[in-house]
Protein backbone atom coordinates (compact mmCIF):
# COMPACT_ATOMS: atom_id res chain seq x y z
CA UNK A 1 0.00 0.00 0.00
CA UNK A 2 2.67 2.60 1.22
CA UNK A 3 4.54 1.69 -2.68
CA UNK A 4 0.94 2.74 -4.35
CA UNK A 5 0.01 5.69 -2.04
CA UNK A 6 3.58 7.09 -1.68
CA UNK A 7 6.56 6.03 -3.55
CA UNK A 8 5.32 4.78 -6.71
CA UNK A 9 3.43 8.86 -7.54
CA UNK A 10 7.04 10.08 -6.16
CA UNK A 11 8.76 7.98 -8.94
CA UNK A 12 6.50 8.85 -11.52
CA UNK A 13 6.95 12.74 -10.73
CA UNK A 14 10.18 12.62 -11.12
CA UNK A 15 10.26 10.10 -14.22
CA UNK A 16 8.22 13.19 -15.59
CA UNK A 17 9.89 15.90 -14.00
CA UNK A 18 12.79 14.99 -17.09
CA UNK A 19 11.12 16.66 -19.48
CA UNK A 20 10.87 20.16 -17.61
CA UNK A 21 13.29 22.91 -19.35
CA UNK A 22 14.97 23.50 -16.18
CA UNK A 23 15.52 20.18 -14.61
CA UNK A 24 19.19 20.63 -15.44
CA UNK A 25 19.22 23.98 -13.26
CA UNK A 26 17.06 22.69 -10.63
CA UNK A 27 19.14 19.38 -10.66
CA UNK A 28 22.31 21.62 -10.16
CA UNK A 29 20.70 23.60 -7.09
CA UNK A 30 19.29 20.87 -5.28
CA UNK A 31 23.01 19.05 -4.96
CA UNK A 32 24.84 22.69 -4.05
CA UNK A 33 27.86 22.22 -2.82
CA UNK A 34 27.20 18.37 -1.94
CA UNK A 35 30.90 16.34 -2.69
CA UNK A 36 28.63 13.27 -3.61
CA UNK A 37 25.60 12.09 -5.42
CA UNK A 38 24.11 9.36 -6.65
CA UNK A 39 21.70 8.97 -9.26
CA UNK A 40 18.64 6.83 -9.39
CA UNK A 41 17.50 5.01 -6.50
CA UNK A 42 15.54 2.92 -8.50
CA UNK A 43 15.25 3.09 -12.17
CA UNK A 44 17.37 3.75 -15.20
CA UNK A 45 18.35 6.15 -18.23
CA UNK A 46 15.30 6.95 -20.39
CA UNK A 47 17.76 7.74 -23.04
CA UNK A 48 20.68 9.12 -24.43
CA UNK A 49 19.36 12.59 -24.60
CA UNK A 50 19.08 11.44 -20.53
CA UNK A 51 22.50 10.47 -20.05
CA UNK A 52 23.39 13.56 -21.91
CA UNK A 53 21.25 15.64 -19.12
CA UNK A 54 23.11 13.79 -16.32
CA UNK A 55 26.39 14.73 -17.83
CA UNK A 56 25.50 18.33 -18.06
CA UNK A 57 24.51 18.26 -14.70
CA UNK A 58 28.23 16.76 -13.67
CA UNK A 59 29.97 19.55 -15.70
CA UNK A 60 27.97 22.39 -13.98
CA UNK A 61 28.91 20.94 -10.44
CA UNK A 62 32.79 20.16 -10.92
CA UNK A 63 33.23 19.80 -6.96
CA UNK A 64 31.12 16.70 -7.09
CA UNK A 65 31.49 13.08 -7.88
CA UNK A 66 28.27 11.77 -9.61
CA UNK A 67 27.97 8.03 -9.36
CA UNK A 68 25.63 6.69 -12.29
CA UNK A 69 24.39 2.74 -11.90
CA UNK A 70 23.14 1.47 -15.24
CA UNK A 71 22.10 -1.29 -17.34
CA UNK A 72 21.53 0.35 -19.98
CA UNK A 73 25.57 -0.33 -22.01
CA UNK A 74 24.71 0.82 -25.62
CA UNK A 75 23.63 4.65 -23.74
CA UNK A 76 26.91 4.81 -22.26
CA UNK A 77 28.98 3.77 -25.79
CA UNK A 78 26.60 6.25 -27.79
CA UNK A 79 27.19 9.25 -25.74
CA UNK A 80 31.05 8.43 -25.29
CA UNK A 81 30.77 8.07 -29.33
CA UNK A 82 28.97 11.16 -29.89
CA UNK A 83 31.22 13.39 -26.55
CA UNK A 84 34.62 11.44 -26.67
CA UNK A 85 34.39 10.67 -23.21
CA UNK A 86 31.91 11.13 -19.97
CA UNK A 87 32.68 14.17 -17.67
CA UNK A 88 35.73 13.54 -15.26
CA UNK A 89 33.74 13.36 -12.35
CA UNK A 90 30.82 11.15 -13.76
CA UNK A 91 31.66 7.22 -12.61
CA UNK A 92 29.16 5.19 -14.32
CA UNK A 93 28.80 1.87 -13.03
CA UNK A 94 28.06 -1.06 -15.66
CA UNK A 95 25.67 -3.19 -13.20
CA UNK A 96 25.10 -6.83 -13.12
CA UNK A 97 22.46 -8.40 -14.86
CA UNK A 98 22.43 -11.50 -12.81
CA UNK A 99 23.49 -13.05 -9.63
CA UNK A 100 26.79 -14.02 -9.23
CA UNK A 101 28.23 -13.83 -12.75
CA UNK A 102 30.70 -11.01 -12.95
CA UNK A 103 30.17 -8.32 -15.48
CA UNK A 104 31.57 -8.18 -18.35
CA UNK A 105 32.79 -5.07 -19.76
CA UNK A 106 31.82 -4.51 -23.63
CA UNK A 107 34.92 -4.28 -25.45
CA UNK A 108 33.96 -0.98 -26.82
CA UNK A 109 33.56 0.40 -23.07
CA UNK A 110 36.95 -1.27 -22.20
CA UNK A 111 39.39 1.18 -20.99
CA UNK A 112 36.88 4.15 -21.34
CA UNK A 113 38.02 6.57 -18.29
CA UNK A 114 35.07 6.64 -15.37
CA UNK A 115 33.42 3.50 -16.76
CA UNK A 116 33.77 0.53 -14.38
CA UNK A 117 31.07 -1.88 -12.91
CA UNK A 118 29.09 -2.81 -10.18
CA UNK A 119 28.31 -6.76 -9.36
CA UNK A 120 26.36 -8.15 -6.91
CA UNK A 121 27.00 -11.58 -4.78
CA UNK A 122 25.24 -14.11 -3.02
CA UNK A 123 28.80 -15.45 -0.65
CA UNK A 124 31.70 -14.26 -2.08
CA UNK A 125 32.19 -10.48 -3.56
CA UNK A 126 33.13 -10.21 -7.11
CA UNK A 127 35.33 -6.64 -6.32
CA UNK A 128 35.18 -4.79 -3.35
CA UNK A 129 32.69 -5.83 -1.32
CA UNK A 130 29.81 -2.63 -0.25
CA UNK A 131 29.67 -2.35 3.25
CA UNK A 132 26.28 -0.63 3.13
CA UNK A 133 24.63 -3.96 4.76
CA UNK A 134 26.32 -3.90 8.05
CA UNK A 135 25.72 0.01 8.15
CA UNK A 136 22.49 0.10 8.71
CA UNK A 137 22.06 0.48 4.89
CA UNK A 138 24.15 3.81 4.90
CA UNK A 139 27.57 3.96 3.11
CA UNK A 140 28.83 5.63 5.88
CA UNK A 141 32.63 7.09 5.17
CA UNK A 142 32.81 4.82 2.42
CA UNK A 143 33.24 6.13 -1.25
CA UNK A 144 33.86 3.29 -3.24
CA UNK A 145 31.28 3.82 -5.27
CA UNK A 146 32.40 6.77 -6.88
CA UNK A 147 35.69 5.31 -7.59
CA UNK A 148 36.63 2.58 -10.35
CA UNK A 149 37.07 -0.40 -8.88
CA UNK A 150 34.72 -2.51 -9.23
CA UNK A 151 32.13 -3.38 -6.54
CA UNK A 152 30.21 -6.31 -5.41
CA UNK A 153 26.77 -5.97 -3.83
CA UNK A 154 25.46 -8.21 -1.44
CA UNK A 155 22.19 -9.51 -3.18
CA UNK A 156 18.99 -9.19 -0.96
Not at 84 to 104: E, F
Not at 107 to 112: F, I, Y
Not at 124 to 142: D, I, R, S, V
Request: proline content about 7%; some cysteine.
Amino acid sequence: MMYANNIEPAQHARLDSLNDPLWVDAMVSHIGNDSYFRWHDSGDLQGLWHLEKIATVAKLTPECMHWLPTREYSMVKAYIAKHGALPGNLIVRLSAMYVDKQVTIPASLQNQPNVTVSNVHTINPMGLECQAPKNKGQCGPCRACWGTEPVSYKAH
